[in-house]
């Protein structure tokens, strides 16, 4: 079981000496052609979350394109590393333990393979495609951790900022914040990761329900096209 005492943090205080120190042991890894990496040691558990989102009945069907623009979000958030709250103001992160990809394309594979999957859209994609599309997606990821809140277990936290931008008008047509924190069932990372899978299956459903929802219902604003 994963206890607070398995949280590392990222900021410890050095003397000059050991600043000196850890100076020289560079050099000295770089004399011998070593390359640091930023690749999970062996010794690490990497974590691999799979969200699957069923498409709800009430989501409307449209005849218009989507792409996705890469989303916005702060580099501690968007870390490989998986990043927990255990009390407020303080952010660790999980000893021995990454994500597979950052959680920024995680949620947009999430959110791309919902609207792919409906079978309610003419067509998504990522922008850079060469898609032509009517609507563009935001996306900032403000949280995404495992927070104690408080409590003796922590919860899944993921908040995100969408805005659905009208590409003709250069327009926002919707915006919206996101929030999901679904509760792990114990302080162990493998089922604090099940509970981001789950939180990644219901933000992504909120979020593509959202776009098709709102993008349709700004369309029936603007006046008809001339023939």
């Known amino acids: 079981m994963t206890t607070r005492a398995d949280m590392t943090t990222t900021a410890p205080t050095f003397t000059r000496t050991a600043r000196l120190a850890l100076a020289t042991g560079m050099l000295l890894a770089l004399a011998g052609c070593s390359i640091l990496s930023?690749?999970?040691?062996?010794?690490?558990?990497?974590y691999a979350p799979e969200p699957t989102?069923?498409?709800?009945?009430?989501?409307?069907?449209?005849?218009?394109?989507?792409?996705?623009?890469?989303?916005?979000?702060?580099?501690?958030?968007d870390s490989l590393r998986i990043a927990v709250r255990p009390t407020p103001g303080e952010v660790q992160v999980y000893r021995d333990a990454q994500w597979v990809r950052p959680p920024s394309d995680m949620l947009v594979d999430t959110v791309l393979r919902a609207?792919?999957?409906?079978?309610?859209?003419?067509?998504?994609?990522?922008?850079?495609?060469?898609?032509?599309s009517e609507f563009k997606l935001f996306f900032e990821v403000?949280?995404?951790?495992?927070d104690y809140a408080g409590?003796?277990?922590?919860?899944?936290?993921?908040?995100?900022?969408?805005?659905?931008?009208?590409?003709?008008q250069q327009k926002v047509a919707a915006s919206k914040v996101f929030?999901?924190?679904?509760?792990?069932?114990?302080?162990?990372?493998?089922?604090?990761a099940r509970a981001f899978e789950q939180a990644l299956s219901n933000i992504g459903g909120d979020i593509a329900g959202w776009t098709l929802t709102s993008g349709e219902a700004y369309r029936r604003t603007l006046p008809p096209a001339k023939p």
């Open 53 to 77: 989102v069923q498409a709800d009945p009430s989501w409307p069907k449209v005849d218009w394109q989507l792409v996705v623009a890469p989303p916005a979000a702060p580099r501690i958030v």
């Open 179 to 192: 929030r999901q924190a679904v509760p792990s069932s114990s302080t162990a990372v493998a089922d604090v």
């Open 151 to 168: 409590g003796a277990l922590p919860s899944a936290t993921i908040e995100v900022s969408a805005k659905l931008l009208h590409v003709p």
């Open 38 to 46: 930023d690749k999970p040691r062996s010794t690490s558990t990497i």
């Open 142 to 146: 403000r949280r995404f951790e495992s």
């Open 115 to 132: 609207l792919e999957d409906s079978g309610r859209i003419g067509g998504v994609a990522r922008q850079g495609t060469g898609v032509a």
